[in-house]
C-alpha cells in the first residue's frame, strides 16, 4: 500500500462507525496457499496491518479482493480474536483460472464459496441494528445462483 495509503487506512478503520468495515483491494490478503499475488507476500506491510487490527480491536473488518479468475471465501483464524474473511470476486470478464496444486484443497476455503467460472458477487446487508448480516452470493453470467456465503456483524467482534 506504501506509508501514505497504510495511514490513510488505518485512520479510517480507528474512526469508522461501520457494522461492516470493507478493504477493497485488487490482490487477495489472507490465502496461505496462494502462488499468485497475496498480500502475504508483502510481510512487512502485511503484518503491521494485522498488529493494528488486532491490536486496536476493530470490529468488522472483510477484505474485498480480486484478480484470482475464480472466486472463494477464505477464512483466517485469528488467536483469542474473531476470524478474518477474505472475499475473492473475479472473473466477471476475463478468463477463469482453475485452482491448483495446494490451493485444490485449501482448508482456509469456506465450504461452497468456490466457483471457476464467469461470475461476479451480489453483496447485500440486512438485519437490525447490532443484528446485521452480510450476505455474498456469487451469480453466474446466466443469473443464476453459484455460491453464497454470509457473516453476522457478532461473528466479526
Known amino acids: 500500500f506504501g506509508k501514505m495509503q497504510m495511514e490513510w487506512l488505518k485512520n479510517a478503520l480507528l474512526y469508522s462507525k461501520a457494522t461492516f468495515k470493507i478493504i477493497a483491494t485488487g490482490s487477495q490478503v489472507l490465502n496461505p496457499f496462494s502462488t499468485a499475488e497475496c498480500m502475504k507476500a508483502y510481510s512487512a506491510e502485511y503484518y503491521d496491518l494485522m498488529n493494528f487490527i488486532a491490536d486496536q480491536k476493530i470490529n468488522g473488518i472483510l477484505f474485498f479482493t480480486g484478480d484470482r479468475h475464480h472466486s472463494e ?31 485444490l484443497n485449501n482448508p482456509a476455503r469456506m465450504p461452497g464459496t468456490l466457483v471457476e467460472e464467469q461470475n461476479f458477487a451480489k453483496v447485500t446487508v440486512s438485519g437490525a441494528k447490532n443484528e446485521r448480516v452480510l450476505k455474498v452470493e456469487f451469480i453466474g453470467i446466466k443469473g443464476d445462483k453459484l455460491g453464497e456465503w454470509s457473516v453476522g456483524e457478532m461473528e466479526l467482534k
Open 73 to 103: 471465501v477464505i477464512k483466517q483464524e485469528r488467536n483469542g480474536l474473531y476470524p478474518l474473511y477474505d472475499i475473492t470476486t473475479s472473473p466477471f470478464t476475463a478468463g477463469v483460472s482453475k485452482v491448483r496444486g495446494a490451493e
